[in-house]
């Protein structure tokens, strides 16, 4: 409003006009962080207008009595140097014009109300067929039957119903957790087969016309009116949808919240029944029905429902939260103004919008870009496992859909918005100059190729000194290179914290006992707490001197310690685990290094080079040679400490224990040739290697990962 001129050259065509709103119109006041703000509803069309202060006490005194500048004129007169400029004026009435909530004392041109209604079902159109994984046919008004039925269900949304839900759904999820192993074995082949495909078309119609009703009555119990529901096609399954949008209009953003989560909450329950009556049956029919609502019910609410990335349920809940309303469409009216002011240079105002809605709308937009692709990617991929013709049009379509249709939008914006009709040869050439640049950067223009893995140094884990507790290094006890026995005392730290809490324990023991002694004669009770409280305290202490006897680091195998940079090591700060030195037998020259499968071809086809870097030294690569292959892949790992649970990259099976885990992929094995006198700093611990296999073009790096993972999962 700042960059508005005071006065408007456009005043006089407004000026003269006595407005009012349409009576199908209703004001709500809202609270969003602390500001007032007023949300318009419009009964005809089912739409929702956010309104500021300013711009409702504007809209507020539209009579149709008084003209628009004597409304402006008052306005000064009430605001002063708050009031809104003339052009803020227009600005406003041309928008109330355009979403048609305004009328004047002009008659109507019945040509320009045919074409502007034409645009708002085009627009109409376009929304329900613009998000793939959300296509809407309206069929029924289910208002009445709504209305009919509430008595019947008002008790389910009361306390009452919270508390049962809490039961059967808590009593549910124990259950699930108690036959997790049997409900998650072979999951994909139980489910992608004949019989179970079936199972799912029928139970997933079911299942989400219960979780649409809940919104529906959610909304009916609040006072608003649903008067919309049909089909939607989420990932193109057809399943049923009512439209809660008066909820919108419902002051509490709990209120409006918990319409939101109605369904999510409805499909819980069902579910939980579900595992109760799953649990109770004989294999059959009956139990595999129970188990696909089970199914249907964990996997549409966690990928769909209540992900605030696609625009269902928790796209609402979150902006109902975060009181940001519309945040899927400001944020990406943001990153628009964004390209057009400071990539093309456009003089555009700003979008109205806070520090912290700008924060979320930088994060919001690019996340749910890439999520939806990813959804469309992943069904089109589960599906194409089972059957290849189907995921591959799911994948084309999906494509089409997230990818090329929103370019070719921003592309016609580029080449026809008014906005940009000063600066359309800059965008122009930023736009497709910017295109061509990355397609070159894609296909020519070569890139480093390299891969990564992890590797471990041939050594026990009793060879590796490692600080027993938090403190600072005040020595080293046994000067590096000595030989050492079992038992040693290697290193010396120092807590003072540590000190002084066992100094105050062991204070507080001596006060404690010498109240007991007073109070055991003279008050029996309070005496009982006393001792408690010895206990307790002698408990702590206990504690707190074992980690003071761990400052003292001891040899736990027999060999010659050594210490990386021994000289720095007095005065630092260690945690406990923290490496500190090793008890080496002998010097080690080789690294175990395990090498993925999708990686294999390049290590054995292209390598040029190997670097190692050494956990301490990651700044510092060091060269390295590959002298031995294991011939054939492996699902084991050489040591524990290359799998997840053991800071590792590489996922293990949990099932599997010992100290060579069993992986979830096929691994192949190398040795690498270390550098004499650089193990030493990294004995014993894992390393981490680089293979260099020259340059190639992005997209061709890419291209190969892609397809990598096409094969993998379609095992082709």
Known sequence: MARDAFLSGEWHRVGRLRPRLRPHVKIHRHRYRGETWYVLQDHASGRYHRFSPAAYALAGMMDGERTVDELWKELVAQLGDDAPTQTSVVNLLSQLHAADLLQTDVAADAAEMMTRRGKQQRRKLLGRAGNPL??????????????????????????????????????????????????????????????????????????????????????????????????????????????????????SKWRRAGVGAAGVIVEAFVAALAMVAWTLLEPGLARALCFNVMLVAGVSTIVFNLNPLLKLDGYFIACDLLEIPNLGGRANKWWGWLAEAKLFGADVEPPVSTAWERFWFALYAPASFVWRIAVVLGIALFVAE????????????????????????????????????????????????????????????????????????????????????????????????????????????DHPDLESEVVVLRTQIEALRARLDSEQFTNRVQAEVTRQEITLKTQQLARAEERLDALLVRA???GTFRVPRAEDLPGRY????????????????????????????LVRGRLDGVEVKLPGRIWEPLPARLVRE?????????????????????????????????????????????????????FGARVFVRFDHGAEPLGAQWWRRGRQLVLARLQL
């Open 556 to 558: 736990s195998a027999e």
């Open 134 to 251: 959300a296509i809407k046919i309206p069929l029924w008004d289910p208002d009445r039957f709504l209305v009919a039925t509430l008595p019947f269900v008002r008790p389910f949304l009361s306390r009452f119903g919270a508390v049962l839900w809490l039961l059967v759904v808590g009593f549910g999820v124990l259950l699930a957790g108690m036959h997790r192993e049997e409900l998650t074995a072979n999951l994909a082949d139980r489910v992608m087969t004949p019989s179970g495909l079936l199972l799912i078309a029928v139970v997933f119609p079911f299942l989400k016309l219960l979780h649409e009703l809940g919104h529906a009555y959610a909304t009916r119990a609040g006072g608003g009116e649903v008067r919309e529901m049909g089909v939607m096609f989420m990932a193109l399954a057809p399943v049923p949808y009512v439209d809660g949008t008066a909820s919108a209009a419902f002051r």
């Open 386 to 493: 089972h059957f290849f013709v189907v995921g591959a049009l799911m994948a084309i379509g999906g494509i089409l859909l997230t990818i090329v249709w929103p370019l070719a939008k921003a592309f016609w914006h580029v080449g026809t918005s008014p906005r940009l009709q000063l600066k359309r040869g800059r965008a122009m050439a930023m736009t497709f100059g910017g295109l061509a640049a990355a397609a070159l950067l894609l296909t020519v223009v070569p890139a480093p190729l390299r891969t990564t893995s992890e590797g471990v140094v041939w050594l026990p884990e009793e060879t590796i000194v490692r600080a027993g507790s938090d403190g600072f290094v005040r020595a080293v006890a046994t000067a590096p290179g000595s030989w050492v026995a079992p038992g040693a005392p290697l290193v010396q730290a």
């Open 630 to 682: 294991v011939p054939a892949a492996s699902e084991r790992l050489p040591s524990r400490a290359l799998a997840v649970d053991g800071g590792g990259r590489f996922a293990a099976d949990p099932s599997a224990g010992g100290e060579n885990p069993r992986t979830l992929e096929r691994l192949f094995q190398f040795d690498l040739a270390l550098p004499a006198g650089t193990v030493q700093e990294g």
């Open 574 to 601: 260690v945690k406990r685990g923290d490496v500190l030195g090793f008890v080496t037998p002998r010097e080690a020259t080789l690294a175990r290094v395990v090498v993925p499968q999708a990686d294999i071809d």
